[in-house]
C-alpha cells in the first residue's frame, strides 16, 4: 500500500504564510503528478495546485501568486508554501499522487488524510 502523510496546518492570522509537507511511502514504482485540493464542509474538494516529475506547475486562480507547489522527486514529498493567506482559504487541505505501483500492479491515486488550515484574527 502508499501512505500520504502530510503537516504543517495550523492557525494563523490574515496576510501570514504557512507551509504544508506531504511525504508519499510505500509500493511506489513512480510518481508523476503531486498536488493540493482543498475542502470546505458542504463544498466539493477543489484543485488548489499541481505539479509534474518534469516540474510543470499548475495553480487554481484563486492561489496564483499568493501559493507556491515544488517537490523533492527523490523523497517523494511534496510542499505547499501559502502567502499573504487570507480567511477564504481556510479549508482541509488534501495531498494527492498520481503514478504508478511497484510491481506492475497497476495505476497509482492516493490522498492523505488531510490538514486543516484556519486564517483567522
Known amino acids: 500500500q502508499v501512505q500520504l502523510v502530510e503537516s504543517g496546518g495550523g492557525l494563523v492570522q490574515p496576510g501570514g504564510s504557512l507551509r504544508l509537507s506531504c511525504a508519499a511511502s510505500?509500493?511506489?514504482?513512480?510518481?508523476?503528478?503531486m498536488g493540493w485540493y482543498r475542502q470546505t464542509p458542504g463544498k466539493q474538494r477543489d484543485l488548489v495546485a499541481t505539479?509534474?516529475?518534469?516540474?510543470?506547475?499548475n495553480y487554481a486562480d484563486s492561489v496564483k501568486g499568493r501559493f507556491t507547489i515544488s517537490r523533492d522527486g527523490a523523497k517523494n514529498t511534496v510542499y505547499l508554501q501559502m502567502n499573504s493567506l487570507k480567511p477564504e482559504d481556510t479549508a482541509v487541505y488534501y495531498c494527492?499522487?498520481?503514478?504508478?505501483?511497484?510491481?506492475?500492479?497497476?495505476?497509482?491515486?492516493?490522498w492523505g488524510q488531510g490538514t486543516l488550515v484556519t486564517v483567522s484574527s
Open positions: 494527492n499522487a498520481l503514478g504508478f505501483y511497484e510491481a506492475g500492479r497497476g495505476h497509482l491515486d492516493a
Open positions: 505539479i509534474s516529475s518534469g516540474g510543470s506547475t
Open positions: 510505500g509500493r511506489i514504482f513512480s510518481i508523476y503528478t
